[in-house]
């Protein structure tokens, strides 16, 4: 599904991005574009990338207790 129109941003490339190491909405959107127009995709876009990085972050829970 498409989260910003403008730029032509889809959850999954959200979720690529996650996995990648994008922490926050300025890398996402320095990465993808995403919220970089009018914005209006900004709080849904968040929104999926807390949730792919939840995803991430339980995958591999012994992984968050190695640092």
């Given at each position: 599904?498409?989260?910003c129109i403008c730029n032509a941003v889809?959850?999954?490339m959200i979720h690529e991005a996650a996995?990648?190491?994008?922490?926050?909405?300025?890398e996402l959107t320095r990465r993808?574009?995403?919220?970089?127009?009018?914005?209006g995709?900004?709080?849904?876009?968040?929104e999926v990338l807390r949730a792919a990085r939840g995803m991430r972050a339980f995958a591999l829970p012994v992984l968050a207790?190695?640092?």
């Open positions: 599904m498409y989260v889809t959850e999954k996995a990648d190491g994008v922490r926050n909405l300025a993808t574009g995403c919220a970089d127009n009018c914005g995709c900004a709080e849904y876009a968040e207790h190695a640092a």
